[in-house]
T-cell receptor
Framework: NAGVTQTPKFQVLKTGQSMTLQCAQD?????MYWYRQDPGMGLRLIYY???????DKGEVPNGYNVSRLNKREFSLRLESAAPSQTSVYFC?????????????FGSGTRLTVV | QKEVEQNSGPLSVPEGAIASLNCTYS??????FFWYRQYSGKSPELIMS????GDKEDGRFTAQLNKASQYVSLLIRDSQPSDSATYLC???????????FGGGTRLMVKP
């Protein structure tokens, strides 16, 4: 019973490199989310997908793109990494459009951009 | 901009005491409220949800909601060292499709 699986768990990038963070859930949830967490800043929403085929910007979308590949998978891409994108990235999913039941989080990806 | 505010702490309580964590929110349309626990280096874990004014109890945890005053709180009775973590308050937006998180309160329970 995996829940929400994120890969990779750790990554070091050089400024200007690109990478894709992968997220998959096996709970048949409709909605998926990408957050970043920085010290003292809490969790900030980057992008979300309310349902398969739709994506929307969150609070801090600049420098990121997303793809909702199917109902299970939601990826986050950094096209040209910057040191300001050093953070811990969490993927989450929820049962429906109305987040009445809260989120289930993945284990996170620790990204360092040098 | 919708805001969720928490005192960053650390809040230090002795083992066996009651820990009281508070959260205020700005969006009067919010309907769902959550408390997450996050251990250092781990992902947030849902521990309580509350939707109606009043108290909701689950074991040693009690969530309290007052929509008129726009605050939600979490009480932890008989605090244990294993409760030492950061507690995140989360509130849904009025459209109900995403959560906004507070910055978290770090709780330290001393033996």
């Amino acid at each position: 019973n995996a829940g929400v699986t994120q890969t990779p768990k750790f990554q070091v990038l050089k400024t200007g490199q690109s990478m894709t963070l992968q997220c998959a859930q096996d709970m048949n949830h409709n909605s998926m989310y990408w957050y970043r967490q920085d010290p003292g800043m809490g969790l900030r929403l980057i992008y979300y997908s309310a349902s398969e085929g739709t994506t929307d910007k969150g609070e801090v979308p600049n420098g990121y793109n997303v793809s909702r590949l199917n109902k299970r998978e939601f990826s986050l891409r950094l096209e040209s990494a910057a040191p300001s994108q050093t953070s811990v990235y969490f993927c989450a999913s929820s049962e429906g459009w109305q987040v009445a039941y809260g989120y289930t989080f993945g284990s996170g990806t620790r990204l360092t951009v040098v | 901009q919708k805001e969720v505010e928490q005192n960053s702490g650390p809040l230090s309580v002795p083992e066996g005491a009651i820990a009281s964590l508070n959260c205020t929110y700005s969006d009067r349309g919010s309907q769902s409220f959550f408390w997450y626990r996050q251990y250092s280096g781990k992902s947030p874990e849902l521990i309580m949800s509350i939707y109606s004014n009043g108290d909701k109890e689950d074991g040693r945890f009690t969530a309290q909601l007052n929509k008129a005053s726009q605050y939600v709180s979490l009480l932890i009775r008989d605090s244990q060292p294993s409760d030492s973590a950061t507690y995140l308050c989360a509130v849904n937006d009025d459209a109900g499709n995403m959560l906004t998180f507070g910055g978290g309160t770090r709780l330290m329970v001393k033996p």
